[in-house]
């Protein structure tokens, strides 16, 4: 029988969890299982990331499948750049899309579809004419959208999103000229929140590593406006996605556990590497840092 998310549910998880970088700081240096399946002791969704850079396959859908059995839990997918950022991709691409994404619907693992625009997509009659059509593309799935610019915050463009039933995507980024500002917009019976950090000096910067525009650690102080918010965003939705998306080093799993044990109030299962790069996570941990495997 497929597992079905929840009702009121509260989803914890990062952007990716196959990094290079968090080998001996996330996961051990070996391991008895999968990646996936490791990261799925400690969250109960995962935001798909490598379907922005390539079409899905339904095999390797398949597979994710497999490898969380038994765990309450689902995956949120970030449709493919060809929709967000070139526009080359309309009806027909949306339907080869959620093909390729078919097992983890069929499964009752399928959370969200995202919509990551960037920051240069800027509010105007063309760009919101372009998001309603997407939103028809993607009609029947349940659907987030990403804005970046802060041209888009105003009460007209979220008439609009709620109008075409998406999920605002409330975001944490570098506070810099015509950033969207942090929200806590809830569009749709979905909210969705991702902190991509604040490494203010490398998020336009040119030149760079990929990873280093998402290499900055949450303070505690940074993260309590959050926890309201979250909180408050909880009170008006019937599911609520946290995710980390400052990946580099396992700060987003650092963040986001600490945020989790926050908001629910009690201690979480924290990795015993993740514990010995960050210290402070020994304070939230379930039990005593002890060997996995």
């Avoid at 999103?161 to 810099?176: E, F, H, K, M, T």
């Avoid at 980390?244 to 396992?250: A, E, L, P, S």
């Amino acid at each position: 029988m497929a597992l079905v998310a929840p009702v009121s549910a509260l989803r914890f998880g990062t952007a990716g969890w196959s990094f290079a970088d968090w080998s001996g700081l996330f996961y051990p240096k070996s391991a008895a299982e999968t990646p996936l399946a490791y990261y799925a002791r400690y969250f109960n969704c995962a935001e798909v990331n490598v379907t922005f850079y390539r079409p899905p396959g339904a095999k390797i859908a398949a597979g994710w499948v497999k490898q969380v059995a038994g765990r309450d839990f689902v995956f949120a997918v970030k449709a493919s750049q060809e929709f967000t950022h070139t526009g080359a991709a309309g009806a027909a691409e949306a339907r080869g899309f959620l093909e390729g994404i078919a097992p983890l619907a069929e499964a009752g693992r399928l959370g969200p579809i995202l919509l990551q625009f960037p920051w240069s997509f800027r509010n105007t009659p063309g760009t919101r004419d372009r998001v309603a059509r997407l939103a028809e593309g993607f009609a029947g799935r349940e659907t987030a959208v990403e804005f970046r610019h802060a041209s888009w915050d105003t009460a007209e463009a979220r008439d609009q999103v709620r109008s075409l039933g998406l999920a605002w995507v409330n975001i944490d980024q570098p506070a810099l000229r015509d950033c969207l500002a942090p929200s806590e917009h809830v569009t749709a019976e979905t909210a969705y929140l991702r902190l991509h950090g604040r490494a203010a000096d490398k998020w336009f910067a040119k030149e760079i590593e990929p990873h280093e525009r998402y290499d900055y650690y949450y303070s505690a102080a940074e993260l309590d406006p959050w926890v309201d918010r979250i909180r408050r965003m909880m009170a008006a939705a019937k599911a609520v996605y946290v995710i980390g998306n400052n990946h580099y080093r396992g700060k987003a799993p650092a963040n986001t556990l600490q945020l989790k044990a926050r908001i629910q109030g009690g201690r979480v299962a924290v990795p015993e590497p993740l514990i010995g790069a960050f210290p402070e996570l020994a304070e939230i941990a379930e039990k005593p840092a002890g060997r996995l495997f």
